[in-house]
């Protein structure tokens, strides 16, 4: 059975940081990125690390928004992706959503219609 398992959200203040996790379970995903959306707003794109063929290490994609602030990695050992994030926003409120794709996409990565299987979502508040 597919299952992704995200935690780490919380209340933060402004400056403040995170660590997203999800755990996956189930198959492999070669693709494993972060979406976020916030009240009234549509799913935006995270972050995205692709899986390299050698399976060491992976491609990192960052949105604007967060570039800088976040990184996104990946413990293969124990299937699951992490989100690192600093000097959080109050901008960066909103329910944070762990997708995965069984292949690898150095094009699609941001586009969420292109991912098979997604977490239930947590909560990340960032208080000013």
């Known amino acids: 059975q597919v299952q992704l398992v995200e935690s780490g959200g919380g209340l933060v203040q402004a400056g403040g940081s995170l660590r997203l996790s999800c755990a996956a379970s189930?198959?492999?995903?070669?693709?494993m990125g972060w979406f976020r959306q916030a009240p009234g707003k549509e799913r935006e794109f995270v972050a995205a690390i692709v899986l390299a063929i050698n399976w060491s290490g992976g491609t990192t994609y960052y949105a604007d928004s967060v570039k800088g602030r976040s990184t996104i990695s990946r413990d293969n050992a124990k299937n699951t992706v992490y989100l690192q994030m600093n000097s959080l926003k109050p901008e960066d409120t909103a329910v944070y959503y762990c997708?995965?794709?069984?292949?690898?996409?150095?094009?699609?990565?941001?586009?969420?219609?292109?991912?098979?299987?997604w977490g239930q979502g947590t909560q990340v508040t960032v208080s000013s």
């Open positions: 997708a995965a794709r069984t292949s690898r996409t150095y094009t699609y990565y941001s586009d969420y219609g292109r991912y098979d299987s």
């Open positions: 189930g198959r492999t995903f070669y693709t």
